[in-house]
């Protein structure tokens, strides 16, 4: 993090499979993120959220931050990075916490004593917690709403959203970024940041469903009251569907990819099988027809697929009945046409296209409001409440030091004798020893001075000499 006057400079950087973003933002003084540089790069290392190679990684890491460096004049160093994969999983866990006093207030440490106590359960060889996030809390039995803090009681009770992921895949992200020169700050899980920058608090608190469709995998964050209440990432996404049209359709890659983006539904019944796409041979050879029906029946046979795993998540959630908020599509994926219409039919659900205008200044390029970049805003956005959490702690921290230092400084007496003057006076000594004062001469008569001046005359040699 680099900070440019009071406001802290946040950089998120998302690692997907089909591209790697370095998003450079700052908050205004209106609370919106301002983007002040913005770098992309193919990502060629990466299969379903997981790194598979690291130097093909930290290539296209590089390369993304050095077009974000010439973009925003910032020099890049820390960033917060997002994790996927579908070896993430989650989990609900109680825990109780017994208060020292029952006439003693709740405090912020006490939450903390508690996430920590949730990072210390046993977990399968292999796995570490990424996120302890807390639900509902209670009191002597007694539920509480939104948080504890500043109440008294016995007993605190709560429960916890734990979400766990594979040890090795952070690790390799976390050496895919030191390796291209910069400190990770945070890791964070990217349905929840994509969620901070496509999600409004009605939503949350009414409850929503996100859908996060990206090019390896598809992530679902559910909420309801404002709280976090399932996540899931399903291994299906944008590519696969690339390499069904290019089976399908038996054209290239990069030719799938565009037959996708530029002429894709999910719905074949809002094609004709009279619209035909034409594209170009491979090497001289003839044009190729391709008819936007069956292309379409391609991409609404996997999204369907798609759907359903999503919806199973919802209805394992819990609270399919509760979502009055709805569906939330983002990422990339989500540009696709007629998706909302088919997100509908499948679910039941009232649905809609996320997009990360909320929270940006309104001068924000167009080309950054785009789905694909939602994780990358909502890594900034987490980032910058990590950073207002950590400076509030300071902030506390140094308040009750000095107020420590009030309570314990002995009282200085006013009055100060002429050693304790001479000493300030002098600050570059290491020690301050009291320099001993000459004891001063009883004042003689000026008859005797007299008469010793004259007998010191008399014994001068000098004089003496002078007299021969």
Not at 19 to 36: P, S, T
Not at 158 to 165: D, L, P, S, V
Not at 337 to 348: A, I, N, P, S
Request: net charge negative; charged share 25%.
């Amino acid at each position: 993090m680099q900070t440019v006057k009071e406001n802290p400079i946040v950089v998120g950087l998302d690692i997907g499979t089909t591209k790697i973003a370095a998003i450079v933002g700052q908050q205004d003084q209106y609370g919106k993120i301002k983007i002040l540089g913005m770098g992309r790069a193919d990502s060629q290392g990466v299969a379903r959220g997981e790194v598979v190679n690291i130097e093909m990684t930290v290539s296209a890491i590089r390369e993304a931050v050095a077009i974000a460096e010439q973009q925003s004049g910032v020099e890049i160093k820390v960033v917060y990075v997002g994790i996927a994969g579908e070896h993430i999983s989650s989990k609900q866990n109680r825990d109780i916490y017994t208060l020292s006093d029952p006439e003693t207030e709740v405090s912020d440490t006490d939450i903390k004593a508690m996430i920590a106590n949730m990072h210390r359960l046993a977990l399968e060889p292999g796995e570490r917690i990424i996120h302890v996030l807390p639900q509902e809390f209670f009191i002597d039995s007694n539920p509480v709403a939104k948080t504890p803090i500043g109440m008294c009681g016995s007993r605190l009770e709560a429960n916890f959203h734990i979400i766990t992921g594979k040890v090795a895949a952070a690790q390799n992200i976390k050496k895919c970024v030191e390796r291209a020169g910069l400190q990770m700050s945070g890791l964070i899980l990217e349905p929840l940041a994509s969620s901070a920058s496509v999600l409004s608090e009605e939503e949350m608190e009414a409850g929503v469903c996100l859908v996060d469709i990206g090019g390896g995998t598809t992530d679902i964050a559910i909420f309801q009251d404002n709280i976090i209440r399932h996540t899931a990432v399903i291994p299906f996404a944008g590519n696969i569907i690339t390499e069904d049209i290019k089976t399908g359709c038996m054209v290239l890659k990069k030719q799938a990819e565009k037959l996708k983006v530029r002429f894709g539904s999910a719905l074949p019944q809002e094609t004709h099988d009279n619209e035909i796409i034409s594209i170009p041979g491979i090497n001289g050879r003839e044009r190729k027809e391709i008819s936007m029906h069956m292309l379409a029946k391609i991409i609404n046979a996997r999204m369907e697929e798609i759907i359903q795993q999503v919806y199973f998540e919802i209805r394992s959630s819990g609270y399919s009945n509760k979502l009055i908020g709805g569906v939330v599509i983002t990422g990339g994926g989500s540009q696709l046409k007629h998706l909302k219409q088919l997100v509908e039919y499948h679910t039941g659900l009232s649905a809609r296209v996320g997009y990360p205008t909320e929270y940006l200044a309104k001068d924000t390029k167009e080309e950054l409001k785009n789905p694909m970049y939602a994780t990358g805003m909502g890594l900034i956005i987490k980032g910058i409440e990590e950073v207002d959490e950590q400076l509030k702690s300071l902030n506390k921290l140094k308040a009750e030091t000095a107020a420590k230092v009030i309570i314990e400084t002995p009282r200085v007496e006013e009055k100060q004798t002429p050693t304790e003057v001479r000493e300030t006076q002098i600050p570059e000594y290491a020690e301050t020893v009291p320099t001993p004062q000459p004891a001063k001469k009883k004042k003689d008569s000026w008859v005797k001075g007299l008469l010793t001046n004259v007998k010191d005359w008399f014994e001068d040699e000098s004089v003496n000499k002078d007299f021969e």
